[in-house]
């Protein structure tokens, strides 16, 4: 039993979730750097609906997202290996493995995760799924706002105007 | 900024977040072995609010918790380093260190960590904060009732008495 590949539910190994990589939803002038990271939806596969738990695999010159808040969902993540940079209103920090960052809903700071390093870094990335979360992307012209559970979430300019 | 006792917020080194040992609230006939972990309540640390989570130290002979279920709360666990062995209803399964488990709200399948190893074992634990949650001790004769946002819940009896 101590062979993870044999891992039952609840038990799991993250390694025989399934990966998904590429997958972004901005609009195409914001996808630069965006499409590279690799997922494993371990909350998901879990059977979870209050949070999700991913395991990211972001190869270098990649970034987790654009820099973002949330108004309703908080976020936190804890590096498993490799390196990457914090960038948030406070400047940059590298974290390494063993290192974590966290995200309460509200704060406007927004956030991402850059690999600027020549290897994979691997993180768990962990977040609720309070309705109603709204959210801003301080740098460019965007903000999303909620449609609905279930739904995907629409990006607009400042003015109002989608995408 | 690559030295993680200089991280600053929203950036943490968890090593920094000061753990709490020996805490529990379970009536005293239920504490034999629940008394040693270590957690580092990292998720407070950095302000969240609708979840939490720990990195938690559980050295030999010790259990995470009673084996219990959540009727609201999904929980979550990574192990991060050494070995422990996940106790359910599907009977035993060794975790090693990059394995998870998952427990969603609802699943009437008691669970906990026990180490029987020699070495101490660390894990991520993560769980919601949904309000109205329900509890259920499946080996023994108690559960626990929700009270209210910020009050200990109470532990019961099944028959309703109070412990």
Same mark, same amino acid.
């Given at each position: 039993m101590s062979d993870a590949s044999s891992a039952i539910l609840p038990a799991l190994d993250p390694m025989a979730v399934p990966g998904i990589t590429g997958e972004t939803d901005y609009?195409?002038?914001f996808q630069a750097g965006m499409t590279g990271a690799t997922r494993r939806r371990l909350g998901d596969a879990a059977g979870l609906k209050n949070f999700g738990v991913n395991l990211t695999t972001l190869p270098p010159g990649n970034a987790s997202a654009l820099r973002h808040w949330h108004t309703k969902q908080d976020e936190f993540v804890y590096v498993i290996s490799g390196e990457v940079v914090l960038v948030t209103d406070? *400047?940059?920090q590298v974290l390494t493995a063993g290192m974590a960052a966290g995200f309460p809903a509200g704060?406007?700071?927004g956030h991402h995760l850059i690999n600027r390093s020549g290897q994979d870094a691997t993180f768990l990335e962990i977040g609720d799924r309070s309705a109603g979360d709204d959210g801003d992307y301080p740098d460019i012209d965007m903000v999303w706002r909620?449609?609905?559970r279930g739904q995907a979430d629409v990006y607009l300019h400042?003015? *109002?105007t989608p995408y």
């Open positions: 609009p195409k002038i406070r *400047g940059e704060v406007p700071d909620w449609v609905g400042r003015d *109002g």
